[in-house]
């Protein structure tokens, strides 16, 4: 069980911190990702951190914007998105990976509006 937070509404060249809880399973073992989508178009990944949270992938549109960071003793994974651009209005979810066991969570709105 995934659950996100921390989206809202900010402007053009703000910041947001998106956190996603798990419960459940052991964290630690899964990759963690976000995700967005935006209506009638396709989700698409933002960000992954391997389990040890060693190894991250950025999508080209977000690096050097948004940092991806966990703490499995919190069993939390966060999105640090900073410079935010109009183009970033999206539903984020957040996906947990382990050996073919896929959760998602339900999604947080970040809309990015003057």
């Known amino acids: 069980h995934l659950v996100e937070s921390g989206g809202g509404l900010v402007q053009p060249g703000g910041s947001l911190r998106l956190s996603c809880s798990a419960s459940?399973?052991?964290?630690?073992?899964?990759?963690a990702s976000w995700h967005r989508q935006v209506s009638g178009k396709q989700r698409e990944l933002v960000a992954e951190i391997s389990p040890a949270g060693g190894t991250t992938k950025y999508a080209d549109s977000v690096k050097a914007r948004f940092t991806i960071s966990r703490d499995n003793a919190k069993n939390s994974v966060y999105l640090q998105m900073n410079s935010l651009k109009s183009e970033d209005t999206a539903v984020y979810y957040c996906k947990a990976v382990s050996n073919g066991n896929v959760s998602w969570g339900q999604g947080t709105q970040v809309t990015v509006s003057s």
């Open positions: 459940g399973f052991t964290f630690g073992n899964y990759f």
